[in-house]
């Protein structure tokens, strides 16, 4: 069955410092890969996605993240993080020819100003 | 971006009673939608699939006849609880995915609904 694993559970930042989160996923096919984000009070959106192609994917806001087939591996980056992207972050991975989208336990990112 | 809505945002019910959250896709059509539960502090937790014109997928460990699914149009899931507990307090969130070609597969998510059980 696919997994997500991300391994920072909350990360807390200064502004203008580079963020990377952890993401690794565990299926050894063909896989679609997401970052979504969660704004305080907001719903889910999607930051990025990765489906096939350049494995370095170019999301909202400065956002971006690298699919690294060897590692399984799908780590979210921001060169320069901002107070306003305190947020939470879920990865997620979808597998073969499931149609479900399978979630990471999320990262809570406080951004200190 | 595809609009996914949730109906109701907040409920409180009693324990024993059976509660109805409906998930509408408002401009285009969802021939499947998923159910997710989130857990304080905790990922979403895939509840169940569901299928327009079929029974719903349940994920494992999952139980059928507690959280009804009824998918009875291309706009419109419905996730019922039944028979209420304060363990069932939650927070319930549906998604769709917009078949569009533009869209390519993106999940869409409804604001969620906070059920709490007294």
């Known amino acids: 069955a696919q997994s997500v694993s991300q391994h920072n559970h909350h990360v807390i930042l200064s502004e203008a410092a580079s963020l990377e989160l952890g993401c690794n996923y565990s299926y050894g096919g063909t896989v679609n890969l997401f970052w979504y984000v969660q704004y305080p009070g907001q719903h889910l959106q999607l930051l990025l996605k990765y489906f096939s192609g350049d494995p370095l994917v170019k999301g909202i806001k400065g956002f971006e993240a690298e699919f690294i087939k060897s590692k399984f591996s799908f780590n979210l980056r921001k060169p320069s993080v901002q107070w306003s992207d305190t947020a939470e972050y879920f990865c997620?991975?979808?597998?073969?020819?499931?149609?479900?989208?399978?979630f990471g336990k999320g990262t809570r990112l406080h951004i200190l100003p | 971006g595809a609009v996914v809505s949730q109906h109701p945002s907040r409920v409180i019910c009693k324990s024993g009673t059976s509660v109805k959250i409906e998930c509408r896709s408002l401009?285009?059509?969802?021939?499947?939608m998923f159910w997710y539960r989130q857990f304080p502090k905790q990922s979403l937790m895939l509840m169940a699939t569901s299928n327009e014109g079929s029974k719903a997928t349940y994920e494992q460990g999952v139980e059928k006849d507690k959280f009804l699914i009824n998918h009875a149009s291309l706009t419109l899931s419905t996730l019922t609880v039944t028979s209420a507990h304060p363990e069932d307090s939650s927070f319930y969130i549906c998604s769709a995915r917009d078949p569009g070609i533009q869209s390519k597969g993106e999940l869409f998510f409804g604001e969620g609904s906070r059920l709490t059980v007294l």
């Open positions: 401009d285009f059509q969802a021939t499947t």
């Open positions: 997620a991975v979808n597998a073969g020819r499931d149609d479900k989208i399978i």
